[in-house]
């Protein structure tokens, strides 16, 4: 069987997703539950499709225009290892992968001994924008984030 993932949806082109021109994986399934999330249709776990990671691959690579591919959701790393077959094969043709989550960093970081595919994510991933939305810290002028709390970590950097 080929390697899928649950998806709720794909942008292929989107501009305010992170730096460039992105295509766009809406992940399905999200435990956060943050208050207005922008997304809801993705958060129910048997809704959504199963889309072969080859075929997201090739809409990637036919796009000369294109500087990566961003992870949304949903929660992407609730299908960490799909998620992070999909972004090795991204970065294989020198393109970024950029991910949002509801997780922050540090919870991650804690897990990644125990939790194999949110390891592989993790290591997968150019950069992070994570943590749950935030209504309270809601701010439109945010570059890709929603609220204030979300922070955008270059994790290449990180030593
Ligand atoms: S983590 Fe993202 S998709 Fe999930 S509820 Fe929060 S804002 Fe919505």
Redo the contacts with the bound molecule.
């Keep these: 069987m080929e390697e899928q993932i649950k998806i709720a949806g794909i942008v292929k082109e989107s501009i305010v997703d992170g730096p460039g021109i992105r295509l766009v994986v809406f992940t399905q399934g999200?435990v956060?539950?943050?208050l207005g999330?922008?997304?809801p249709e993705?958060?129910s776990f048997s809704a959504g499709y199963y889309m072969d990671i080859d075929k997201i691959l090739g809409d990637l690579i036919d796009n000369p225009l294109l500087d990566g591919i961003t992870l949304s959701?949903?929660?992407p790393f609730h299908q960490g290892k799909a998620s992070a077959i999909l972004a090795n094969k991204v970065k294989e043709y020198g393109l970024s992968v950029v991910v949002?989550t509801?997780y922050t960093f540090e919870e991650l970081v804690k897990e990644i001994d125990i939790n194999t595919g949110w390891k592989q994510l993790l290591y997968a991933t150019d950069i992070l924008i994570d943590g749950?939305?935030d209504i309270n810290k809601k701010n439109l002028l945010l570059k890709f984030r929603g609220s204030e709390n979300q922070r955008i970590i270059d994790v290449k950097k990180i030593p």
């Design positions: 999200c956060h539950n943050c999330c922008h997304n993705t958060h959701g949903g929660e949002y509801g749950r939305f």
